[in-house]
C-alpha cells in the first residue's frame, strides 16, 4: 500500500510541474524580452552615430531619431513594468491548479480504479495450493455433516450428500442409513433407490439379490433408461439366474451405448455369460440311459477313488500408489482391487474395496469373494489382476481414474504379486 501511495504522488507531482512550468514560463520570457528590446535600442544609436560621422545625416536629423529612440525604449520598458499584475494572475491559477489536480486524481481513482486492491495487497488471499492442503478430510466433514441434518431432517440432498460420503469411505450401513432417509423424504427418486441397492449389496460382499433386486426393478419401473440402474439390475440378474431378464437389461445398455466403444464390449461379454449359462442349463438335463451309465461309474470309482480335498485358489496382492498418483488423488477416493478372467467375461472373479488412505496395503483375492456363483478364481486359469482409484466411487472404470494392472496371471502358480498404480485413464 505504500509505494502504490508514493507511485501516485510521484506521477500527480509530474503533472503539476508540468502545468505550473507552462504558466510561470512567461517570467523568463519577459526577461530576455527586455534585455533584447535595450541591445536594439543601443544597436540602433550606434547606427545613427556613424550615420552623422560619416555625413549620411544632418545633426537635425540625428538629435530627432535619437529622441524618437529613447521614447520608444521608455514605452517598450514601462510596458513591461506594468506586467506584475499578469503575474499575480498567473499565481492564483497556479494555486488552483495545485489543488484541484491531486482532488481531481483521487476522485477519478475512486471512481474508477479499484480501491481494495490496496488492502487486498497487504493481505493477499491464501493460494490455491495453501487452501487445498488446509482442507479437512471427508471423515472429518461427515460429523459437521451428520449434526446439520440432524437441525434440518427434511434436507433431502444433504442425506444424499452423506449416504455418497459413506459409500466413498467404505462405510456401508451408514451409508445404507443415509439413503434410506432421503428415499423417505422422496420416494421415487431413482439415483437414490440405485444408490441404496448398490450400498445394501456391499454389506453382503457384492450380492445384489433380495432387497436390492426389489429396489433396482423399483427404480427401472420409474425408469427404464438410468444407466447406472440398468448395469446393476443386469448384475444382479445374473446373479440370482434369471439371465432372460440380464439379457433384457444388456440389450437395452447397448442400445444407449453405441458411441462407446468400451462399455460395447463389455456389454457383449456379459451377455455371453448369460447366453453360455443358458446353453449349458438346457445341455444339463439328462437322458434315462445316461442317468444308468452315471451311476454305474459312480459306483465303479467309489471302490478306487481316494478323497480329495477342498481347495480355495488365493492370490495375495499389493497396493501402493506412485508419487503421481499421490498428487492427483484424495484420502477419502476409493480403491478397487480385483481379478478378471484374462479371456472371458470382465465380471470380477474377486474384488477388495479399500480407500487410499489405507495404502501401500495387502490383500487376498480368493475364491470366496466371487460376485456370481462358479465364477470363481479356481474357475479360470489365467486372470488380470488389477487396482484402480475411483474418485466417483463408481466401480466402471471413468476417465481420470489412476490404475495398475497385470495380465495373464496364471493362478495355480501364482502365490503373490505387487501393482503400483501409475497409469490414469486418458
Known sequence: MTLFFISAALLVGLCLSWLLLGLFRSNHSDT??????????????ATLDEA?????????????????????????????????????????????????VPVAAGALYLQLGNPTAILQADN??????????????????????????????????????????YLSVNEFSR?????????????????????LAESIAMTKDGDLSGESLTYL?????????????????????????????????????AAMSQDNAEAITTIDQMRARSLEAMAGATSAVPSESTESAVSEQSDTDQTSAEPVAD??????????LSDAAKAQVSDDNAVFIYARASEGPPMPLAVSRLSVRDLPATITLDDSMAMIPNMTLSAYPSVTIGARVSPS??????????????????????????????TQTP
Open 175 to 195: 451409508a445404507r442409513g443415509a439413503f434410506e432417509r432421503a428415499l423417505a423424504l422422496e420416494e421415487n427418486d431413482v439415483t437414490t433407490l440405485a444408490q
Open 52 to 100: 552623422l560621422a560619416n555625413g549620411s545625416i544632418d545633426q537635425a536629423s540625428h538629435d530627432y531619431e535619437r529622441e524618437q529612440l529613447e521614447y520608444d525604449l521608455a514605452s517598450e520598458l514601462k510596458l513591461e513594468t506594468d506586467r506584475p499584475t499578469t503575474r499575480k494572475g498567473h499565481m492564483a491559477v497556479a494555486i488552483i491548479v495545485a489543488i484541484f
Open 393 to 422: 466411487g463408481n466401480p466402471l472404470s471413468q476417465p481420470g481414474d489412476w490404475f495398475s494392472e497385470q495380465n495373464n496371471v496364471l493362478v495355480d502358480e501364482t502365490d503373490s504379486l505387487n501393482l503400483i498404480i501409475d
Open 124 to 165: 493477499p488471499p491464501q493460494s490455491v495450493a495453501a487452501a487445498t492442503d488446509q482442507a479437512p478430510a471427508l471423515a472429518d466433514l461427515l460429523p459437521q455433516l451428520e449434526a446439520r441434518l440432524a437441525a434440518a431432517p427434511d434436507d433431502v440432498n444433504g442425506w444424499r450428500l452423506l449416504g455418497r460420503s
Open 217 to 253: 426393478e423399483r427404480a427401472n419401473l420409474i425408469d427404464p433408461d438410468h444407466e447406472h440402474t440398468l448395469w446393476l439390475l443386469a448384475i444382479a440378474r445374473q446373479q440370482t439366474g434369471d439371465h432372460e431378464g440380464a439379457l433384457q437389461a444388456f440389450d437395452r445398455l
Open 32 to 45: 530576455d524580452q527586455e534585455a533584447v528590446n535595450i541591445t536594439l535600442a543601443r544597436e540602433r544609436r
Open 311 to 320: 481347495t480355495v485358489t488365493s492370490v495375495q496382492v499389493s497396493v501402493s
